[in-house]
């Protein structure tokens, strides 16, 4: 399941849809309280030239997102029943304007302001009564439509939505196990790691003494960094069927400064984000291929970094490796699958991570 902005050079006709089962255009954003394009004059036609790529993959599902990080309007729109009905009755006029097959819900998030975002007690009630209008509303065409939300990938979250019951609406929640570590933060760590790394794994480093300063502060349940197998061990537990839960990849990673050559810079303080943001493409082109940085695996988080100790620059990322092995995490574990944001930033050379995990799931079919 990819989500996709698209690119600055759009070429539908050469993404890579026969290798996915589904593709998610974003963002929509919440304005005037309906579900609409900022510029749709722009967007439109992208969408419709992206529809158009099931002739080359009859069995691809084309769905839409709406919102993001920092997309404000949801907490106003979810409030009562007739703003609610409003955003709805707008969903569904999309839908069928762009023959779609299905929407992801992407408020960051409810009850809980995320970049400055409004958020009020009553989200978390509205974000269920929201979740239960669109799956009636999608109910009502001909043609099965599919209902998902981008879910937080640290435990936190689930305490402002009512998870078991918005489960019955949603098909899936595409939870984003990546932004583990921040782009604000100093201390270098996975930032979209695989395994469940342990307070013995960190010991001793600035990252379990920054872990311990959040524990206390009551901003985190446990002094255990976020991974996948933590989340989906915690949602296992609140109820949700594994069968509903589709893990996330990161196609981007980051780049801290400044980092001291200790433990090949993990779990160190570093002096400052380098880049916050870097595409997976960049990162091959850039640093991959680069002999100054030195590529180290990390057997308990199940994720790969590199150190280039001559600039202390420290690099969080997923590589082929460990985007197949979260895949085959997925099908072991009988998930619904593997996602990840987001497909323009990969690279378009082969062995690209959306091949790797094609392989993966490919094998899983056998």
Same mark, same amino acid.
């Given at each position: 399941?990819?989500?996709?902005?698209?690119?600055?050079?759009?070429?539908?006709?050469?993404?890579?849809?026969?290798?996915?089962?589904?593709?998610?255009?974003?963002?929509?954003?919440?304005?005037?309280?309906?579900?609409?394009?900022?510029?749709?004059?722009?967007?439109?036609?992208?969408?419709?030239?992206?529809?158009?790529?099931? +002739? /080359?993959?009859?069995?691809?599902?084309?769905?839409?997102?709406?919102?993001?990080? !920092?997309?404000? &309007?949801?907490?106003? @729109? %979810?409030?009562?029943?007739?703003?609610?009905?409003?955003?709805?009755?707008?969903?569904?006029?999309?839908? +069928? /304007?762009?023959?779609?097959?299905?929407?992801?819900?992407?408020?960051?998030?409810? !009850?809980?302001? &995320?970049?400055?975002? @409004? %958020?009020?007690?009553?989200?978390?009630?509205?974000?269920?009564?929201?979740?239960?209008?669109?799956?009636?509303?999608?109910?009502?065409?001909?043609?099965?439509?599919?209902?998902?939300?981008?879910?937080?990938?640290?435990?936190?979250?689930?305490?402002?939505?009512?998870?078991?019951?918005?489960?019955?609406?949603?098909?899936?929640?595409?939870?984003?196990?990546?932004?583990?570590?921040?782009?604000?933060?100093?201390?270098?760590?996975?930032?979209?790691?695989?395994?469940?790394?342990?307070?013995?794994?960190?010991?001793?480093?600035?990252?379990?003494?920054?872990?311990?300063?959040?524990?206390?502060?009551?901003?985190?349940?446990?002094?255990?960094?976020?991974?996948?197998?933590?989340?989906?061990?915690?949602?296992?537990?609140?109820?949700?069927?594994?069968?509903?839960?589709?893990?996330?990849?990161?196609?981007?990673?980051?780049?801290?400064?400044?980092?001291?050559?200790?433990?090949?810079?993990?779990?160190?303080?570093?002096?400052?984000?380098?880049?916050?943001?870097?595409?997976?493409?960049?990162?091959?082109?850039?640093?991959?291929?680069?002999?100054?940085?030195?590529?180290?695996?990390?057997?308990?988080?199940?994720?790969?970094?590199?150190?280039?100790?001559?600039?202390?620059?420290?690099?969080?990322?997923?590589?082929?490796?460990?985007?197949?092995?979260?895949?085959?995490?997925?099908?072991?574990?009988?998930?619904?699958?593997?996602?990840?944001?987001?497909?323009?930033?990969?690279?378009?050379?082969?062995?690209?991570?959306?091949?790797?995990?094609?392989?993966?799931?490919?094998?899983?079919?056998?």
């Amino acid at each position: 399941m990819a989500y996709y902005v698209p690119e600055r050079d759009y070429q539908p006709e050469k993404i890579p849809v026969e290798k996915l089962t589904h593709i998610i255009f974003s963002f929509t954003n919440v304005i005037d309280g309906e579900m609409k394009f900022r510029k749709p004059e722009e967007a439109g036609p992208k969408l419709e030239a992206l529809v158009k790529q099931k +002739e /080359r993959n009859p069995d691809l599902k084309v769905m839409i997102a709406c919102g993001g990080w !920092g997309a404000d &309007g949801f907490s106003d @729109m %979810a409030l009562t029943a007739e703003s609610r009905t409003k955003f709805i009755q707008s969903a569904r006029s999309f839908i +069928e /304007r762009y023959q779609l097959d299905g929407m992801d819900m992407d408020w960051e998030y409810p !009850g809980i302001s &995320g970049a400055g975002t @409004m %958020a009020r007690p009553e989200d978390t009630q509205n974000f269920t009564a929201l979740m239960k209008g669109l799956r009636q509303m999608l109910d009502t065409f001909e043609s099965p439509k599919i209902l998902t939300f981008a879910s937080a990938g640290w435990e936190r979250y689930y305490d402002f939505i009512e998870v078991e019951e918005v489960m019955n609406y949603a098909n899936f929640m595409n939870i984003m196990t990546y932004d583990q570590v921040t782009g604000v933060s100093i201390y270098t760590g996975h930032h979209t790691p695989l395994g469940r790394a342990s307070q013995e794994d960190l010991a001793g480093t600035p990252f379990q003494s920054h872990l311990d300063s959040l524990y206390l502060a009551k901003e985190e349940i446990d002094t255990e960094p976020h991974s996948v197998e933590k989340i989906v061990d915690f949602l296992i537990k609140k109820g949700v069927k594994p069968a509903q839960m589709i893990i996330g990849s990161a196609f981007y990673g980051r780049v801290w400064k400044g980092v001291p050559d200790d433990h090949q810079g993990l779990y160190q303080k570093s002096k400052g984000i380098h880049i916050g943001w870097y595409a997976y493409h960049e990162i091959r082109s850039k640093y991959e291929l680069d002999s100054s940085f030195v590529r180290y695996w990390d057997e308990h988080a199940k994720a790969p970094y590199m150190y280039q100790a001559s600039n202390g620059l420290f690099v969080s990322y997923d590589d082929t490796v460990s985007v197949a092995l979260k895949t085959r995490y997925a099908i072991d574990m009988q998930l619904g699958g593997i996602m990840f944001w987001e497909l323009g930033n990969d690279t378009k050379e082969p062995g690209s991570l959306l091949d790797a995990i094609y392989k993966e799931a490919k094998k899983g079919e056998k």
